[in-house]
């Protein structure tokens, strides 16, 4: 559907094209969506065949790169039920069947290889077409309708552009017809000035001072046929200067399950003049065979003759054609080669019998005298992922890995390949992993040390062999020591041999500033030496102090530490960062302040800011801990300093005393919510009413007061009586909303039990007044 369509178009768009491709792709790239769309529309009720179609197409001069051109258009306009997918390896646009194929007939596709060479005349991006701004061959035949150029210079100035006439001919002016058909190009120089002599004496002379040459303007068109086995075969109109590849490109190329890309013949006048072999142009990039054609040329594409086809490890598998004499060697020159990984011993043949397939295995020494037939198949395998003649080590070895095995290696030439063992190699105990005959693995144990003096022979290696030595560390825990308490940097450290309190706490980055001239202690595991201590202690316990300048005494200082040691260093009993409390507002000197005991209440601070001024209104003072506020009543804690409201300081602790408010707040569910001042003879229903009233959301008996010192006086109620709070000053007042209430319709077996209950409540009322009446 999508080559119909493209190719309406382009038969619409050929009154545009003028003989020149850059007009048409003009044309073409100025199409708006809409006359697309409408050429799909009419692409539908053609009664033409697609290749009918783009036959007519391009014999009307249309290039094959001119359909691909507009396949892109048309794929981007497709709907997504329907549109076109480019197949990768070829990237023609082919319709996507609305119906899925059968999975067998998919697989059965996707397995087949692609022909060798048939890209060639597939690909977008590969055209040949001929160069039509190249200079004037010398060797090109001229024909009816070529245009000649003839520029005359020098004293006398004049251009000529006859075209050449059916009969063959040219006209200038005041001169009689000149005969140039099948004359090349320089040929027809000749003739042409020959004949100018007669209107300038002495052309192309020195002495005259007039020069004149000929040259080839626009071209003609030819008519080449392609037949046999290609894509399109029919009747092409091409430029005179196209050549067999331009001609195969316009038809598809030889059809890639049929045809032949090596026997390609042109034929001239009955006769053949050239037989073209693709896989020239393809391997060595030859064109040798790429003749320029002439008007009623006919090339013929023939069947194939052999196709055999390469998988496996060559660099590129596919299907390829042989000629008679080729040989199997000439296939896989062909194919590239042999990969890097290919297993060159040996191919495997599949081949057809008459009627089955025969497996042949073809050894290396018969690869360049092999003669391939047609059908076969061959496998090139892959080498195996193993190592002939590897055996390694690890562990305790200054070069650990793999290494090459010799015909009598032993476990000491392994040892001194790896330059020998290390200081912390445990020599009592070495391992060697071997494989079996069958593959089963077998363990080895080797005394090392003992192998090493000559005390036992030494072990023959074979493939595949693993050395490992242990190191000493491998083979216990790993040993750590650590120092908690006043010290920079507590924590967990690598022990080491002769390591001592010292330099454990120089890892610790040093004493704190909280340690004290007093005792440290050591925890110490027990292990053998049980000596002094309790039945129910496990733990030995080392006590040693430092002096006032944090220094460990020189005995203490050279104590030599254990695994697994827990050193703990004291901090002083009163040593403690400070804390501190600020105060702000109407105080004598507000700001933050440290805590001076862990007695010190909200009085002490106040006492220690100068006390408050005349402007502080206690009501409204607000105290806060860790970002929450606390409510006080601070006029009766100044009363009375002993009283539960009189907190004890505690880190953070902020205390505000704000000036006397004179505005109350009204917000919630009332009409107009406000801020109004405060006027002490107003009561909670005269400052509702300030406000337009209660909102029918409101909820009247919920309603509170929020004091300036945060906190809530609520509103009471006594017999349906309520008692609104008292407002003070810079109080809020708040009514909230009825909370909306979701009707609870219940599950659906929850209501059909309902409707038992009642249906069943029901029943027994009837009953009754049925014996009430009887």
Not at 441 to 455: F, T
Request: proline share 5%; glycine share 8%; charged share 20%.
């Amino acid at each position: 559907m999508i080559r119909r369509t493209l190719i309406i178009i382009l038969l619409m768009l050929y009154p545009l094209w003028g003989g020149y491709n850059l007009l048409l792709a003009q044309a073409v790239n100025n199409l708006t969506d809409e006359q697309v769309t409408q050429f799909v529309q009419q692409a539908r009720i053609s009664g033409m065949t697609e290749t009918q179609m783009e036959a007519l197409a391009l014999t009307r001069g249309f290039t094959p790169a001119d359909i691909n051109r507009m396949r892109q258009r048309i794929s981007q306009l497709q709907p997504s039920s329907g549109r076109p997918t480019t197949t990768p390896e070829t990237n023609v646009v082919r319709e996507q069947p609305a119906t899925p194929s059968p999975p067998a007939t998919t697989t059965a596709a996707a397995s087949t290889p692609a022909v060798f060479g048939a890209s060639l005349f597939t690909s977008v991006n590969l055209s040949f077409e001929p160069n039509l701004r190249m200079p004037t061959p010398r060797n090109y035949i001229i024909g009816p309708d070529d245009e000649l150029i003839i520029d005359v210079y020098g004293n006398a100035q004049q251009t000529y552009r006859p075209r050449v006439s059916p009969e063959g001919s040219i006209r200038i002016e005041n001169l009689s017809p000149i005969y140039v058909n099948g004359l090349t190009i320089e040929q027809a120089e000749q003739r042409v000035i020959g004949r100018l002599k007669t209107l300038y004496q002495g052309i192309n002379t020195s002495a005259s001072g007039v020069q004149a040459q000929v040259t080839l303007g626009s071209v003609r068109s030819i008519k080449v046929t392609l037949l046999g086995q290609v894509v399109r075969p029919g009747t092409y109109t091409l430029s005179s200067l196209a050549t067999v590849f331009n001609a195969l490109y316009a038809a598809g190329g030889p059809a890639p399950g049929r045809g032949s890309f090596r026997d390609i013949r042109v034929y001239r006048s009955n006769r053949l003049v050239r037989t073209l072999d693709c896989y020239d142009f393809l391997l060595r990039a030859d064109q040798k065979d790429n003749i320029r054609l002439l008007d009623q040329d006919i090339i013929f594409v023939d069947h194939y003759g052999t196709h055999i086809e390469l998988a496996g490890e060559v660099k590129q598998p596919g299907l390829y054609e042989m000629r008679r004499g080729e040989t199997l060697k000439s296939a896989l020159a062909f194919a590239g080669g042999f990969s890097d990984r290919a297993y060159t011993a040996s191919i495997n043949l599949l081949r057809n019998t008459p009627t089955q397939q025969q497996l042949t295995t073809i050894p290396t020494t018969d690869i360049a005298q092999f003669v391939p037939q047609g059908g076969d198949h061959y496998v090139v395998g892959t080498i195996l992922d193993r190592v002939e003649n590897k055996v390694s080590v690890s562990g305790a070895v200054f070069r650990p890995g793999d290494y090459a095995l010799s015909k009598e290696g032993t476990l000491k030439q392994l040892i001194t390949r790896a330059e020998g063992l290390r200081e912390d190699a445990f020599l009592n105990r070495a391992t060697i992993r071997r494989l079996r005959n069958n593959l089963d693995p077998e363990v080895i144990s080797v005394d090392l040390g003992k192998l090493l003096r000559g005390e036992i022979a030494d072990i023959a290696l074979y493939r595949e062999d693993h050395l490992h030595i242990s190191t000493l560390g491998e083979l216990r825990q790993q040993r750590s020591v650590s120092v908690q308490g006043a010290v920079n940097k507590s924590g967990t450290f690598d022990f080491a041999d002769s390591m001592t309190v010292a330099n454990l706490i120089v890892l610790a980055e040093g004493f704190s500033d909280a340690a004290i001239s007093s005792r440290m202690e050591i925890a110490r595991r027990v292990k053998t030496d049980t000596s002094g201590l309790p039945n129910d202690q496990n733990v030995r316990l080392i006590v040693f102090e430092i002096d006032q300048n944090l220094r460990l005494n020189p005995a203490d200082a050279k104590l030599t530490l254990r695994p697994f040691d827990q050193v703990f260093v004291r901090a002083s009993p009163r040593y403690e960062a400070q804390k501190g409390v600020s105060i702000a507002g109407e105080v004598v000197y507000p700001g933050g302040y440290a805590i001076r005991t862990k007695s010190d209440h909200i009085t002490d601070l106040i006492s220690r800011a100068g006390g408050l001024k005349p402007e502080a209104y206690l009501p409204a003072a607000r105290f806060t801990r860790r970002g929450e506020s606390i409510s006080l009543d601070l006029k009766k804690i100044l009363d009375d300093s002993a009283v539960a409201g009189n907190l004890l300081l505690e880190d953070g602790d902020v205390l505000t005393l704000p000036r006397r408010p004179d505005i109350i707040r009204i917000r919630g569910e009332v009409l107009n919510p406000a801020t109004v001042e405060f006027d002490p003879a107003k009561s909670f229903r005269d400052y509702i009413g300030e406000t337009g009233g209660f909102t029918n959301k409101a909820l009247k008996r919920k309603a509170y007061a929020i004091g300036a010192n945060g906190k809530i006086k609520p509103t009471r109620s006594l017999l349906g009586i309520r008692s609104y709070p008292t407002i003070e000053r810079g109080a809020d007042i708040v009514v909230p909303a009825v909370p909306s209430k979701e009707p609870d319709k219940g599950s659906s077996a929850e209501r059909a039990a309902w409707l038992t209950v009642i249906a069943s409540g029901v029943a027994v009322i009837l009953t009754a007044l049925r014996l009430i009446t009887n």
